[in-house]
């Protein structure tokens, strides 16, 4: 976790940029069973120092191999997200979401943690590519969703009849 620690205390500079290259063996860290494992992601941070306020300014890219929510199939789901914490001088204690206190003897900010968060917040909740029947080379498995369209229409053809639970309703609004 070396690579990760900042010495805030310490700062010189008013500006400053790190960057990390994050795959499986920084996940294992935290997670041996998440999805993340098998992802590649490219951290950027933006330092701004200003006396006792520390600005950090975290964007997140990368991807993913996630299973697809409509197919199954594995696909690469491309992710970022752009992400702010404040360091201020303090009892670590008080620390909040938005503002972490750091103690002013202390060597180091560790944000291993906050970046590994920052990534899991990245991830989108449904994981599909949009547009993907249309792309040109599309990554999910087309049977699957010509079936899956096939299902979904024949679904609606039949809440037309008047075997549906809204047949009786449609026939006394017509009336």
């Known amino acids: 976790m070396a690579p990760f620690r900042i010495p805030v205390a310490s700062l010189k500079a008013e500006e400053a940029r790190y960057h990390w290259e994050l ?3 920084f996940f294992r860290l935290f997670d041996d069973e998440h999805e993340t494992e098998k992802g590649k992601f490219s951290v950027d941070m933006d330092l701004a120092y200003s006396g006792t306020l520390t600005t950090m300014i975290f964007h997140i890219r990368g ?3 996630t299973p697809c929510d409509r197919c199954l199939t594995m696909i690469d789901m491309p992710i970022e997200g752009d992400y702010e914490i404040i360091v201020k001088f303090g009892n670590p204690d008080e620390s909040t979401d938005e503002v972490i206190l750091v103690d002013p003897e202390s060597n180091g900010l560790n944000l291993g943690k906050h970046i590994y968060d920052f990534v899991l917040l990245s991830i989108p909740i449904s994981r599909r590519i949009p ?3 249309t792309s040109d080379n599309p990554p999910c498995d ?3 969703l010509a079936y899956l369209s ?3 229409n024949a679904n609606n053809s039949t809440q037309d009849d008047d075997d549906s639970p809204w047949g009786d309703l449609k026939k006394v609004i017509d009336n």
């Open 142 to 144: 087309m049977t699957v």
């Open 23 to 25: 795959g499986p063996d």
């Open 150 to 152: 096939k299902i979904e």
């Open 131 to 133: 547009e993907c029947e």
């Open 63 to 65: 991807v993913v191999e």
